[in-house]
Antibody
Framework: QVQLVESGGGVVQPGGSLRLSCATSGFNFKNYGMHWVRQAPGKGLEWVSFIHYDGEKKYYADFVKGRFTVSKDRSQNILYLDMSGLRPDDTALYYC??????????????????WGQGTLVTVSS | SYALTQPPSVSVAPGETARITCGGNFIGSKGVNWYQQKPGLAPVLVISDDGDRPSRIRGRFSGSEAGNTASLTITRVEAGDEADYYCQVWDSSADIGVFGGGTRLTVL
């Protein structure tokens, strides 16, 4: 069955950097786009980033653009999120999720599932 | 930027039907997806692309759209359905994912 396991979270000072990993198994990682989503304590879900199946196209939420970078290691079946310039409001549980969906004439429908269990990032001095 | 609006809470008695709404401009032109999140657990996809149900999701869950509102309907509600529910779309004009604020379903 599909499994996604995040790691790399921890406590980091404001302005610091962190690399999150998402180890995957149970599906052909090379053929699927992948998402990162975060959830601040007691708050709702917030989409962060998506990377196409081939790693060629990457999309980001405005609040992380220029600070976070998503990548895929297609040989190791691992998804990454490199985070820099971290701020206290980046504190959240970060989930990776397998992407699915389709595009017709540039209009896409994309959904997420399954999801990993999340890794907690705390930005605090 | 594109926004989705959900009611913060919905309450329903066991055995009744729960309807959770998700409002957004021209939402009918987008595929709406729904997720269930129980306390301490990761979200689970329950409806994709407006109305498709993953194989492991029971038939009591369904999705629909009318006008600028999408709805998740749960029939014969059970105590185990108590959770937070989120709608989500892909905004192709900006190439970003968008989640609604979430609705807490309480089973009375």
């Amino acid at each position: 069955q599909v499994q996604l396991v995040e790691s790399g979270g921890g406590v980091v000072q404001p302005g610091g950097s962190l690399r999150l990993s998402c180890a995957t198994s149970g599906f052909n990682f090379k053929n699927y786009g992948m998402h990162w989503v975060r959830q601040a304590p007691g708050k709702g879900l917030e989409w962060v980033s998506f990377i196409h199946y081939d790693g060629e196209k990457k999309y980001y939420a405005d609040f992380v653009k220029g600070r976070f970078t998503v990548s895929k290691d297609r040989s190791q079946n691992i998804l990454y999120l490199d985070m820099s310039g971290l701020r206290p409001d980046d504190t959240a549980l970060y989930y990776c999720a397998k992407g699915d969906g389709y595009c017709i004439s540039g209009i896409c429908s994309r959904w997420l599932g399954p999801w990993g269990q999340g890794t907690l990032v705390t930005v605090s001095s | 930027s594109y926004a989705l609006t959900q009611p913060p809470s919905v309450s329903v008695a066991p055995g009744e039907t729960a309807r959770i709404t998700c409002g957004g401009n021209f939402i009918g032109s987008k595929g709406v997806n729904w997720y269930q999140q129980k306390p301490g657990l990761a979200p689970v996809l329950v409806i994709s692309d407006d109305g498709d149900r993953p194989s492991r999701i029971r038939g009591r869950f369904s999705g629909s759209e009318a006008g600028n509102t999408a709805s998740l309907t749960i029939t014969r509600v059970e105590a185990g359905d108590e959770a937070d529910y989120y709608c989500q779309v892909w905004d192709s004009s900006a190439d970003i994912g968008v989640f609604g604020g979430g609705t807490r379903l309480t089973v009375l």
